[in-house]
């Protein structure tokens, strides 16, 4: 019988629900870009330090590597926005502390045409069936060696 693997932690970190990818896909969702860095074309990576209280939520956050332009503030927001599930821990109010790099990359917007889009024209098929033989010859098409189907296909733009 194999042995249970002993948690040597004697005070558990907080947690974001979901995990770390759940984090950062509810960052990538509510960061809005700020429209000075737009201007600017700023681009790169904003490194912040937060603490978490007992509760889980975040009430101290200092940006440590800074891009300007609105980053620094928009990514304080968002920390703010933040909130762990902290285990508790014997009855102690604990706080934690936690680094997070938050990624500014422009999108590559396509320029928006004045014209109207021009939508493709829908094809029309059209076929149709003939013989080489009358309907109401005596013998089948289909009996008849030297007589078969022919299609005709128009394609109409």
Do not use: W
């Amino acid at each position: 019988m194999a042995q249970q693997k002993r948690d040597n932690h004697f005070i558990k970190g907080a947690i974001y629900p979901g995990g770390q990818k759940a984090m950062l896909l509810f960052i990538q969702n509510n960061l809005q870009y700020p429209s000075e860095a737009i201007t600017a074309k700023v681009e790169g990576t904003v490194r912040i330090r937060f603490s978490i209280d007992h509760l889980g939520k975040v009430f101290k956050s200092q940006v440590i590597a800074s891009l300007g332009h609105g980053c620094d503030e928009e990514a304080i927001r968002l920390v703010q926005l933040l909130q762990f599930e902290v285990p508790k821990a014997y009855k102690l109010k604990v706080q934690h502390h936690r680094t997070l790099n938050i990624h500014f990359k422009l999108q590559v917007n396509q320029e928006v045409s004045t014209e109207a889009p021009t939508l493709p024209t829908p094809l029309l098929i059209q076929y149709s069936i003939s013989s080489s033989t009358s309907p109401e010859a005596s013998t089948p098409v289909a009996d008849s060696p030297n007589h078969g189907y022919h299609y005709t296909i128009q394609l109409k733009p």
